[in-house]
Nanobody, 128 residues
Framework: QVRLVESGGGSVQAGGSLRLSCAAS????????MGWFRQAPGKERGFVAA????????FYADSVKGRFTISRDNAKNTVYLQMNSLKPEDTAVYYC?????????????????????WGQGTQVTVSS
């Protein structure tokens, strides 16, 4: 069974930082693009960031460029999202994803939400 377990969420004030982690089991991250999506209450789930295998290319939503950094440790089956300069509009449940297909591009994950494994999500709340 594929499991993606997010951690690191919490409540911070605007301008603060959080580091999200996603630990994968039941699957090896080799050759799989990994990413993060987020969903605020009453809003559609939206793309945040993606990283290809082996981690040579990344892709970010315009709203988080320059503030968020995605990385991966393939030996540990873990993907991270470092979030700096957080804004209230970043408040959402953040979901870790991995592509069911191999060797897809980081950019491709920004254009679709199908054919992915999903974690359970972790809440990020940013107050003004």
């Amino acid at each position: 069974q594929v499991r993606l377990v997010e951690s690191g969420g919490g409540s911070v004030q605007a301008g603060g930082s959080l580091r999200l982690s996603c630990a994968a089991s039941g699957i090896t991250l080799n050759k799989n693009t990994m990413g993060w999506f987020r969903q605020a209450p009453g809003k559609e789930r939206g793309f945040v960031a993606a990283i290809n295998w082996p981690g040579s290319s990344t892709f970010y939503a315009d709203s988080v460029k320059g503030r968020f950094t995605i990385s991966r440790d393939n030996a540990k089956n873990t993907v991270y999202l470092q979030m700096n300069s957080l804004k209230p509009e970043d408040t959402a449940v953040y979901y870790c994803t991995t592509d069911k297909q191999l060797l897809t591009s980081a950019q491709s994950m920004g254009g679709r939400a199908e054919n992915l494994y999903w974690g359970q999500g972790t809440q990020v709340t940013v107050s003004s």
